[in-house]
């Protein structure tokens, strides 16, 4: 199996390192790849757009080239999961923050997102979060400048939600995450990712 992690901006590592984490928890043979270019998702099976600005992310993606690729792929299947900054890629709707910036979204999931909807920075917080799909307890969700998402429609569904906002949305095999899985040693949101990939495309 192997896994891509966007390393265009933002937190690419933490993710490579979650996900080979994971990988051995579930005892599956696989990789987990850096991806800065679209030929690099010739026979991936599964990737993660990380957290970062996704302002800076969606027009390096543009202008890579990779933007087109990414949702070519998509809609042949591939597995996708996209924490904070990748949450907000993935929608369909931005907020008017996005429109005025003229920020590039995939529009893969049915989803009106909200940027920085808990503050900035310093408004930083933690909170456990039950997460449709996980067993085990409650998940340690880590909230950095994270966006939330304000409406869903369509096939998209709320996974996780905070104080009644929707911070976790899954739409067939796309995760969309308001938190940072990568940024704790907990691994359930991968190992739940990988297994999304191991179903194959359709």
């Known amino acids: 199996m192997r896994i891509g992690v966007l390393g265009l901006q933002g937190a690419v590592s933490e993710h490579l390192l979650s996900l080979r984490r994971a990988l051995k928890v579930l005892g599956m043979k696989g990789e987990a790849l850096w991806v800065s270019r679209k030929e690099q998702l010739d026979g991936l099976e599964g990737l993660i757009l990380p957290g970062g600005e996704s302002t800076t992310i969606g027009k390096l993606m543009v202008t890579t080239g990779i933007f087109d690729r990414i949702q070519e792929e998509a809609r042949k299947g591939l597995p996708l999961m996209g924490t904070c900054a990748g949450m907000i890629l993935l929608a ?26 808990f503050g900035r920075q310093r408004e930083s917080f933690e909170a456990d979060l039950r997460v449709e799909g996980l067993k085990g307890g409650p ?4 909230f950095i400048r994270a966006p939330i998402v304000e409406r869903l429609w369509g096939e998209a569904r709320a996974i996780a939600e905070f104080e009644g906002k929707i911070v976790g949305v899954r739409q067939g095999k ?8 990568e940024l704790t040693s907990d691994t359930r949101i991968h190992e739940y990712f990988l297994q999304l990939c191991r179903g194959g495309r359709p």
């Open 139 to 142: 998940f340690r969700g880590v």
């Open 92 to 117: 369909k709707e931005g907020d008017e923050e996005v429109r005025r910036t003229g920020q590039p979204l995939l529009g893969l999931m049915d989803m009106k997102v909200i940027r920085n909807a």
């Open 174 to 181: 796309m995760l969309a995450l308001s938190f940072h899985p």
